[in-house]
């Protein structure tokens, strides 16, 4: 049986810390919400110019572009997005391990990592990474954004890569999941999924031409699509990380229910105990009086 000053100091120990793992539950709440309006304001731009590409395709069959055009090879840069921060639960592994398996796929690859513990997962693994950008998923800006893409879309432009590719965590189904999206080059099937503004019957005018204005659309999706990545890994990421921290909280409760039922069996075993040396020194003290009052009563011989 334990001290009972032991299972205080522990029972206030475990309290202190599910007051913690409930204040962060709770912070992650809060963030999750500003990161679920930053996606919808950036989700209804990023539909919008899908749809519009969507069109050009549709009504124009001579649209050209650098990123419409694949190359035979496969090396690739890879944009690897997880956390800064632990205590999320699996979800910086599961991201950083699909990312491992991914990069094994090809014979050449540049490894740009967006969050602390992305840098230090391939690192620990002797892989040589390029860029490392942290901080961009604790409140990611448009300028974070154009850096990036900047920096991985430039090997691309200049030939060093054949294809740019982001991995991150979506929201599928009740369940976040890592994947792979190809960011450039381009295709046209990467738009089946967006919304037409306008029957295909007619007739659309794009000023100054389609393609130009193709041209400034593009550079704007890609943006997008980094933009619509970071800002669902970072609710995926506060989603498993309030998952985590109330199951803390569960089971630092019932760590307390455990050990105040011990606190209580352990008290009641110290007062039966206490209760029981009282009786048997009473009933001692009680002996010994009746002996004192035998020899006091007893008649001396004449």
């Known amino acids: 049986m334990q001290n009972i000053i032991d299972i205080k100091n522990r029972i206030k120990s475990i ?3 599910a007051q913690i793992t409930k204040a962060m539950q709770l912070i992650s709440v809060s963030k999750m919400r500003k990161a679920d309006e930053k996606y919808e304001q950036n989700d209804r731009y990023y539909r919008r110019i899908k749809s519009t590409i969507k069109d050009i395709f549709a009504h124009t ?4 572009h650098p990123y419409l055009q694949h190359r035979p090879g496969n090396a690739t840069a890879y ?5 800064d921060a632990g205590l999320a639960g699996d979800y910086n592994h599961r991201v950083l391990s699909f990312a491992e398996n991914e990069i094994k796929t090809v014979d050449k690859y540049k490894i740009f990592t967006v969050g602390h513990i992305a840098e230090e997962f391939f690192v620990n693994r002797n892989y040589e990474t390029d860029s490392e950008f942290v901080y961009c998923t604790q409140n990611p800006t448009i300028d974070d954004v154009r850096r990036l893409a900047t920096t991985a879309v430039d090997l691309y432009d200049t030939g060093e890569v054949d294809e ?3 991995i991150y965590t979506r929201h599928v189904k009740g369940h976040n999941i890592a994947l792979s999206t190809r960011v450039v080059p381009i295709e046209k099937s990467d738009f089946d999924d967006a919304k037409s503004f306008s029957d295909y019957n007619e007739i659309l005018l794009f000023e100054p031409s389609a393609s130009q ?3 400034i ?4 999706y890609v943006l997008g699509t980094i933009f619509n990545a970071l800002i669902e890994s970072i609710r995926c990421e506060h989603s498993e990380r309030m998952m985590a921290m109330n199951n803390a909280t569960n089971n630092a409760n019932d760590m307390i229910h455990t050990l105040e039922l011990e606190y209580h069996r352990a008290r009641q075993a110290k007062i039966t105990s206490e209760l029981s040396e009282m009786s048997s020194y009473r009933r001692e003290q009680s002996g010994q009086n009746r002996k004192w009052s035998r020899r006091l009563w007893i008649k001396p011989k004449i």
């Not at 944009?79 to 956390?83: E, G, N, P």
């Not at 659309?217 to 704007?220: A, D, G, N, R, T």
């Open 61 to 64: 069959s001579t649209v050209t």
């Open 79 to 83: 944009i690897v997005i997880a956390s």
């Open 217 to 220: 659309l593009v550079p704007q």
């Open 213 to 215: 204005v193709f041209n």
């Open 15 to 17: 309290k202190d810390t």
């Open 164 to 166: 740019v590719r982001i």
